[in-house]
Nanobody, 124 residues
């Protein structure tokens, strides 16, 4: 069983930055591919970024490419999402997700474990 807890959300002005963290329980973190998703009110959940268990491969949605950075620290059982140049359309609840396996996936159903989410609000 894997438990995920996100933190780091908040209110930021457009153009600002935030870093989200997701702490995972257990001793299997280094075997998990990790992802970030987001869901804005009235919209479907969408993929944001993912990182391979080794940290050697990352994948981003086109909407965040060049602005967001996903990273992980396997020694701390933590995955991060650095967000720069935030836009009002980035406002959403951000969810951390985990899946077994060594391939990056952008579909939510591919992930078996989810955190409770952290709210990101971007003011214009």
């Amino acid at each position: 069983q894997v438990q995920l807890v996100e933190s780091g959300g908040g209110l930021v002005q457009a153009g600002g930055s935030l870093r989200l963290s997701c702490a995972a329980s257990g001793r299997t973190f280094s075997s998990l591919t990790m992802g970030w998703f987001r869901q804005a009110p009235g919209k479907e959940r969408e993929f944001v970024a993912a990182i391979l268990k080794s940290g050697g491969g990352t994948y981003y949605a086109d909407s965040v490419k060049g602005r967001f950075t996903i990273s992980r620290d396997n020694a701390k059982n933590t995955v991060y999402l650095g967000m720069n140049s935030l836009k009002p359309e980035d406002a959403a609840v951000y969810y951390c997700a985990a899946r077994w396996g060594s391939a990056v996936r952008s579909e939510g159903y591919e992930y078996g474990y989810w955190g409770q989410g952290t709210q990101v609000t971007v003011s214009s």
